[in-house]
Each structure stands twice: as structure tokens, then as C-alpha cells.
């Protein structure tokens, strides 16, 4: 049991990761909602764009982030993923994102990750942070079912900053 356990949890990170597509933002976003996208780079799961969507509220900022769509190869039980998502901020420090959140998700279904949540203050910007090459910082770092993955975001977030 415990082999099944683990080659589905590569397996779930993989897909999860894994250079598919993402799905793009749904056709209405609720007012005070931005939606940026970025590709990160996920080592041995590929490389993939996320959808990122952001909101504040009395200086603790909220982000989603989405993958395409039927990327669950399994069931996934809700609460299984966490995850810290590391912004650049314009001054140069890091604002970090982080939370254990997703609903259940049934296989061959698009896997939302989040509310994570972080501090965040009025005018900050935000944008994808991409670390010094060889300095071991990771953009994204994750936990699925027991599996833990990292990513590296290799473009700047489009359409640009989120603006809080």
C-alpha cells in the first residue's frame, strides 16, 4: 500500500507540474480580483504557466493559483496540497504566500491551489520572483499528498505587477 501511495503522489506531482497548459482566467473575475500568469519552471515535472489571482483585505493579501485543466490523475482529498508562493516585491525584498488549501478534487479535473496568505501593504508590487541562479531559493514550493516539489519562476508575471 504504501508503494501505491507514493507512485501516485509523484505521479499527482507531476501532472500537477508537469508543461501542460494552463487554463486562462474564468470570463468574469469579481471586482478587486487581478489575474496575472507566469511560467515557472518545475525541474523534473516540466515546465508550466500558472494562473495567479490576487486580492487584499486589511493588509493580508490572498493569492489562487490554478493549473489547466484535467491535470489530477487521481482523486486528491481537500486540505492535501500546501504551498508558499514567493513574490518580488519592487524594493528588491520577497513577500511570501503560504497556506495548506484545495478542495477536493476528483481525477481529470484543473487543481486551484490556495487562499495563501501573506502581509502585504498598500502600493506594494508584486511580481514574479526569480532567484539568483545557483542560490537554492525556490519561487514555488509545494507539498502534494506527502510529495515534496519546488519551482522556479522563469518569466515576469503578464500582464505585470500585482498592484495592492
Do not use: H, W
Not at 482566467?25 to 515546465?47: E, H, I
Not at 476528483?106 to 487543481?111: F, M, R, S, T
Amino acid at each position: 500500500m504504501r508503494k501505491k501511495l507514493t507512485a501516485t503522489s509523484v505521479a499527482t506531482a507531476a501532472l500537477l507540474l508537469g508543461g501542460l497548459a494552463v487554463a486562462g482566467p474564468a470570463a468574469a473575475t469579481p471586482a478587486g480580483v487581478q489575474v496575472v500568469s507566469a511560467r515557472y519552471d518545475c525541474g523534473p515535472f516540466g515546465v508550466t504557466d500558472l494562473t495567479i489571482e490576487a486580492t487584499a483585505d486589511n493588509g493580508v493579501g490572498s493569492v489562487r493559483f490554478s493549473t489547466g485543466a484535467g491535470l489530477a490523475p487521481a482523486d486528491i482529498p481537500a486540505g492535501s496540497i500546501s504551498a508558499t508562493l514567493r513574490l518580488r516585491k519592487a524594493d528588491g525584498g520577497v513577500a511570501s504566500f503560504s497556506g495548506t488549501a484545495n478542495a477536493a478534487t476528483p481525477a481529470g479535473q484543473p487543481v486551484v491551489v490556495g487562499p495563501l496568505t501573506g502581509p502585504v501593504a498598500a502600493g506594494d508590487r508584486l511580481d514574479s520572483y526569480l532567484p539568483a541562479a545557483g542560490s537554492g531559493d525556490t519561487s514555488l514550493s509545494l507539498n502534494v499528498l506527502g510529495t515534496a516539489n519546488t519551482c522556479t519562476a522563469v518569466t515576469a508575471q503578464t500582464p505585470g505587477p500585482l498592484v495592492f
